[in-house]
């Protein structure tokens, strides 16, 4: 059974997932590489996230010191991850960090712990080429959305070298902190969840790019047309409801006129050059203030704490 867990990283995902872990009773210890100044400060950001829980009624009030004080920091790796039942990396996406953190982990944890690495493309079997034969079934990649604490997914994979009790132990893990897990069974990049949306992202920039809708309408769209659905019925169960039959003649009319580009839009390229890259620099499909910037944020992650409340997904 897994008690104790590291997260290594501090960045997007590492905070948010060690905060995930701790909001639910985890002792979890963090680790980061860098200057002991930086990894003092993680506190101090993970805070208002929990007080936004608060304010918006989601956990009590009490739960804000209790889930800091679950955490420990720790710029020695050894140290962070010496006693660990499970340790999760959010490293930088680069092959070669990732293999060079694995072999470190390997050599310092126990022999039971799973490793488990957060990569949104890249292969496991690559991830584990420095790691001792004993260590390769008890390494997964369990992938997570952003924010961390907020996305209710994690993609946990099982593609034939992870033993069916390991697999198990990481699930009721999962299931523990009211994530909803995806068995993913082929190590192939980008698992489930994103290739469906670079999917659809393919098509929405695409749509924009052609001129055939404003990237307000693309958006609306979306969000009051398909993702109203998809939000709680998915595909499947979408496909199995409209009639397959319908969905087999609009695939055989509508496809061949769709985008099927082999890499990133044009458009969304040209934005990437000009250095509009969304709310970060103040511009990307629109424009943001700077004043106005982390309102819009704050606003982003208000509307997914009521969407986690009307799923009943409140921590107790
Ligand atoms: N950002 C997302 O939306 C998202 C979502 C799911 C998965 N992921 C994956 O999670 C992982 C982490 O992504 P992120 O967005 O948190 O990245 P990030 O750049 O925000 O954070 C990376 C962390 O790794 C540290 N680091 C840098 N170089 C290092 C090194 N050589 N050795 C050890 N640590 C080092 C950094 O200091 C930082 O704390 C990546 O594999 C990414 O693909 C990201």
Redesign the pocket.
């Known amino acids: 059974m897994i008690k104790k867990i590291a997260v290594?990283?501090?960045?997007?995902?590492?905070?948010?997932i060690a905060m995930s872990f701790a909001m639910y009773g985890y002792d979890v210890n963090i680790?980061?590489?860098?200057a002991e100044a930086?990894l003092n400060a993680v506190k101090n950001i993970m805070r208002p996230s929990l007080e936004l829980l608060v304010e918006e009624n989601f956990m009590p009030a009490e739960n804000i010191q209790a889930t800091l004080d679950r955490i420990h920091l720790f710029t020695d790796l050894k140290k962070a991850v010496e006693d660990r039942d499970y340790v999760i990396?959010?490293?930088?996406?680069?092959l070669e960090?990732?293999q060079?953190?694995f072999k470190q982990l390997d050599e310092l944890c126990p022999a039971h712990t799973v490793l488990a690495?957060?990569?949104?493309?890249?292969k496991l079997n690559d991830m584990m080429a420095l790691v001792s034969e004993k260590r390769k079934p008890l390494m997964m990649i369990n992938?997570?959305?952003?924010p961390?604490h907020l996305m209710p997914i994690a993609e946990l994979s099982y593609f034939g070298n992870t033993p069916e009790n390991v697999y198990k132990d990481v699930e009721v893990l999962y299931n523990s902190i009211k994530k909803q897990t995806v068995k993913v069974l082929k190590d192939l990049p980008g698992l489930v969840a994103?290739r469906i949306q670079q999917g659809v992202a393919r098509e929405a920039f695409s749509i924009i790019e052609q001129g055939i809708a404003a990237p307000e309408d693309v958006d609306k769209a979306l969000k009051f047309g398909p993702a109203f659905r998809y939000a709680t019925t998915g595909q499947m169960e979408v496909a199995d409801f409209g009639g397959l039959d319908i969905w087999c003649t609009v695939g055989d009319n509508l496809l061949k006129a769709m985008d099927n580009s082999q890499c990133a839009n044009k458009l969304l390229r040209q934005k990437v050059k000009e250095g509009k890259l969304g709310v970060k620099t103040g511009e990307g499909f629109y424009k943001y203030s700077s004043e106005e910037a982390p309102e819009i944020q704050k606003q982003f992650l208000k509307r997914l704490i009521h969407q986690l409340k009307a799923s009943d997904y409140y921590v107790k």
């Open positions: 290594l990283g501090i960045g997007t995902m590492g905070n948010g680790h980061y590489h860098g930086k990396e959010n490293v930088p996406e680069n960090i990732k060079a953190t690495s957060n990569t949104s493309s890249l992938h997570w959305y952003n961390p994103n």
